[in-house]
């Protein structure tokens, strides 16, 4: 989804206004920030850390910059020199000319350590790198007092939310502003439609629905020459379960936050199956092909959450929620059509059509708001909560076995190494025929 070109525009009074108008409008307001009174007033010039530089990187360092125009970068870090000189390049034809891309040599860090490096040096850090390295990072932004914005999921294992969630708790403390890149808690059709829900009580209780990504999947890396095995991993990491989770905590998980936000719980139980049916090459590294999770909460509703990527398939990406008196559907392109029923069929709202702030824009728009204003946002909770939900299908998916809450909270099964530098074994090894080891239903233990 690109970013409205109106945003690229702003001024610094648009900025002003509308920055009093998103804090006025909702925005949590809390006590002052660590260092917030520095920035309070709109003045002054804020600094960013990119750390991740690859395509979603380079977009929330695209989407931060048209936010406020007192923003520049200052730093940039990823593992390898060449997706850093990549980001760089683009980021350099629209900002470099006026200063807002300010990054010379001796701040441009590659490695395991980059983040180390480039954390310290800005004031608000940009966390995109594949999922399974956020706590460490996180954790490392909440040490140096950093205001942040942090693509999903939060971690790919139990042990790494808990990590996560211990770090939130000294962010919250610290007052500091956290964004979260599931983006759907930032977009219009479903905050318009939300509000319905809870204010006018316009489909009564959620009782089921559907939460669905099935497309025909995404990029594969091959191995390029003299990356080792784990950088190889790295670097087509969306195949690795210990670094990107598999795909219901990729591209699920954004379906999935709509039933929890909608719904107003996390679920007791999952339990439900998956596999590879089509996507079984050795490029495809471990992940399952699809997965089918039924989920059911304390409050009675149930929720089926399909993710599957294979191609010549029937294709949706959505959400649907039936309750008592009515029904919800959000689908369609970026999935802005959203329609309320009744259960005649009636049509009682209808979002389709409406211009929109892109999510992707409004989330920056409303971080750096708040960073201006001394207000706090702090998306970790539900972040992290959403996260769990989706390891937990992953975990009932995996083994075939019925996996609540409270195990998929304690669980133990720690897939991402504590710390990864370039010394760390590879934490899957391949067979004498390059295939990676897939789990099986029935035979592997829950993670
Ligand atoms: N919210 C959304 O709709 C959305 C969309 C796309 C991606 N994302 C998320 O953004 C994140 C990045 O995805 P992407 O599509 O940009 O992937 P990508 O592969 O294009 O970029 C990831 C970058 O991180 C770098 N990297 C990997 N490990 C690193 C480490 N330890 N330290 C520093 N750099 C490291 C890689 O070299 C790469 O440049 C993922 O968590 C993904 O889920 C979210």
Not at 143 to 160: L, Q, R, S, V
Request: charged share 25%; proline share 5%; aromatic share 10%.
């Amino acid at each position: 989804m690109n970013p409205s070109k109106k945003e690229s525009s702003i001024t610094r009074r648009d900025f002003v206004k509308r920055t009093s108008a998103a804090v006025g409008a909702g925005v949590l307001a809390g006590s002052l920030p660590v260092g917030a009174s520095a920035f309070a007033g709109g003045s002054d010039t804020l600094t960013i850390a990119l750390i991740g530089c690859g395509g979603r990187g380079t977009g929330a360092a695209n989407n931060a910059l048209r936010a406020d125009p007192g923003l520049k970068i200052v730093a940039m870090a990823d593992l390898f020199r060449d997706r850093l000189d990549r980001s760089y390049d683009s980021l350099s034809r629209r900002y470099l000319e006026s200063g807002r891309l300010d990054v010379p040599e001796e701040r441009k860090f590659t490695g395991f350590d980059a983040y180390k490096k480039a954390i310290p040096l800005a004031d608000v850090v940009i966390l995109t790198t594949p999922p399974g390295f956020r706590p460490a990072h996180f954790e490392e932004a909440v040490k140096h007092g950093k205001h942040m914005f942090c693509e999903k999921a939060i971690a790919t294992d139990a042990p790494g939310v808990r990590r996560f969630m211990k770090a939130a708790e000294e962010a919250r403390e610290k007052k500091l502003n956290v964004t979260i890149g599931l983006q759907r808690r930032y977009q219009n059709s479903y905050r318009t439609v939300y509000q319905k829900i809870r204010d006018e009580d316009i489909i009564g209780k959620i009782l089921s629905g559907h939460a669905t990504w099935n497309d025909a999947g995404v990029w594969v890396r091959h191995k390029e020459e003299g990356m080792s095995e784990l950088e190889y991993q790295i670097h087509n990491w969306f195949y690795f379960t210990w670094v990107a989770g598999d795909q219901i905590l990729e591209q699920n998980i954004h379906n999935i936050d709509i039933c929890n936000w909608f719904i107003g719980e996390y679920p007791a139980t999952a339990q439900g199956m998956g596999g590879r049916e089509v996507r079984t090459g050795k490029e495809y590294g471990q992940i399952f092909d699809h997965n089918f999770i039924e989920y059911t909460y304390p409050g009675g509703a149930v929720i089926s959450a399909q993710s599957r990527h294979q191609p010549n398939t029937f294709s949706r990406v959505g959400e649907h929620l039936q309750g008592t008196k009515g029904t919800v559907t959000f689908e369609g392109e970026n999935s802005n059509n959203a329609i309320i029923r009744d259960h005649n069929g009636n049509t009682l709202y209808d979002h389709y059509g409406l211009e929109d702030v892109s999510p992707y824009q409004q989330e920056h728009n409303e971080l750096f708001a708040s960073i201006r204003s001394g207000g706090h946002i702090d998306d970790t909770d539900y972040s992290a909560k959403t996260t769990l939900t989706a390891i937990m299908g992953r975990m009932a998916s995996y083994s075939g076995q019925m996996i609540t809450w409270e195990e998929a909270l304690n669980s133990d099964a720690q897939l991402m190494p504590f710390e990864v530098n370039a010394d760390t074994p590879p934490p899957v090894v391949a067979d004498e025929n390059g295939f990676y080891p897939v789990p099986v239903p029935g035979v592997s233990e829950p993670h």
